[in-house]
Each structure stands twice: as C-alpha cells, then as structure tokens.
C-alpha cells in the first residue's frame, strides 16, 4: 500500500513538473526564430526569381516552414481583418517578412502574435 502510494505522488510531482517546464517557455517560435525563417524565404522567393544562387535543401525547408506558419495564423486571424477581393498568399509573406525586419526590437516576443500585429495593420478593419 506505501509503495503504490509512493508512485502516485511521485506521478503527480513528475507530471506536474512537465506542467511547469511547459508554462515557462514563452513561445513555440519567437520572433527570432521567424526572422530566420524569413531569411529562406527570401532565398528560395530570389531563386523562382532567377535572381540569386539555389537555395540549400535546409534553406528550401526553412522557407516552406515560414510560408506555412504564416499562413496558419492569418487562417486563424481571416476574421478579424479586413480586406477587399482575393489575396495572395505572396503578399501575406512579404507584409509578415516586412513587418519582422521593421520592428527587430519585438523579436523575443511569440511568432505568432508578431504575425498577427503585422495582417491587423496591413488590413485593418473600419473603426464603428
């Protein structure tokens, strides 16, 4: 009976202490990190351009990793913005990448709420 006892509370201290080590991380991606990711992007966008060198294979990934982060926020953000006709999904990347590059001083902040600060200001909606 001690012994199973023994085990719950040392579940409980373990499991409890994955609950913790979560809380204090502040974000799955900073903004740090998308930067990086930005900077592929540009490389892989230069390359279909023809106006720079291939890509590395890392680079191609890192690039399709920002387009589909960017694109995951802004489906989760279509309700609060605004905008008139179809958008192209270039356009969301190069306001998200501009957005990162003009404001380095929020890089440690979430990814994601970086991304949504740069759609609310591109698409902003009508004040009531």
Known sequence: MRRKACVVVLA?????GLG???KASAAFISGYDLVKLYDSYEQQANYLLKNGPKPAA??????????GYVLGVFDIAESLLCFEGKYESERIYRISGYYLKSHPSEWDQAGSGLIMKALME????PKK
């Open 20 to 22: 913790l080590a979560e």
């Open 58 to 67: 890392l680079e191609i990934s890192n690039a399709y990793k920002f387009a």
């Open 12 to 16: 409980i201290i373990l499991i409890g």
């Open 122 to 125: 591109a698409f902003p909606c």
